[in-house]
């Protein structure tokens, strides 16, 4: 089966300041990675996704993730965080059963950006 | 577009009565829908996938009769918690999957239940 992992359970960072919520993967053939981010009480929102080509892919709201073959990662980054950026962000893989395409997510991290 | 919508939003039962939540992709047909269980502050647990006009495919250790899911049209799907009980409180989340867009899944809002 196809799994994400990520590492770091919060991540802390300034106002301001770069942010990175790391994500690692574990796949069968290509890898089709999302991110996605959850805030209180609420579902989860797309942010972005890669299957092929570029290896730095952007996505909503100034997120942007690199996909990193040698290293099986897939970090999200933005270059200056936001005290509403402040939520819980999954990783997922596309993964294949008996019912079709579903997505495996990692644990999540929780993300916490202060003023 | 591509909007995913839960009813209700929130629920309290008692134990023992059976709960109906519904996932609607309102601007899109979704063959296949899916129902996620988060527990607070953790990961979104596939319970099962909603397939329309079929049975529903369980992931292993979900009971079927348990949680009943229904996916009679090409824009619904509906889960009920069946006879209730206080460790079935959850947040539950469904997905529907657009054809039309490469497979993407759209994630409802969710919904909490609440079992006393």
């Known amino acids: 089966a196809q799994s994400v992992a990520q590492p770091e359970d919060q991540v802390n960072v300034a106002e301001g300041n770069p942010l990175t919520v790391k994500c690692t993967y574990s796949v069968s053939g290509n890898p089709y990675l999302f991110w996605y981010v959850q805030y209180p009480n609420r579902g989860l929102q797309f942010l972005l996704k890669?299957?092929?080509?570029?290896?730095l892919v952007k996505g909503s709201y100034g997120f942007e993730a690199e996909f990193n073959k040698s290293q099986t990662s897939f970090h999200l980054k933005k270059p200056s965080a936001l005290v509403s950026d402040s939520a819980l962000y999954f990783c997922?893989?596309?993964?294949?059963?008996?019912?079709?395409?579903?997505?495996?997510f990692g644990k999540g991290t929780s993300l916490l950006v202060t003023p | 577009g591509a909007v995913v919508s839960q009813h209700p939003s929130w629920v309290i039962c008692k134990s023992g009565t059976s709960v109906k939540i519904e996932c609607r992709s309102l601007d899109f047909q979704a063959t296949t829908m899916f129902w996620y269980r988060q527990f607070p502050k953790q990961s979104l647990m596939l319970m099962a996938t909603?397939?329309?006009?079929?049975?529903?495919?369980?992931e292993q250790g979900v009971e079927k009769d348990k949680f009943l899911i229904n996916h009679a049209s090409l824009t619904l799907s509906t889960l009920t918690v069946t006879s209730a009980h206080p460790e079935d409180s959850s947040f539950y989340i469904c997905?529907?999957?657009?054809?039309?867009?490469?497979?993407?899944?759209?994630f409802g809002p969710g919904t909490r239940l609440t079992v006393l």
């Open positions: 909603s397939n329309e006009g079929s049975k529903a495919t369980y």
């Open positions: 997905s529907a999957r657009d054809l039309a867009r490469y497979n993407e899944q759209f």
């Open positions: 890669y299957i092929t080509g570029d290896n």
């Open positions: 997922a893989v596309r993964d294949y059963s008996n019912s079709g395409y579903a997505l495996n």
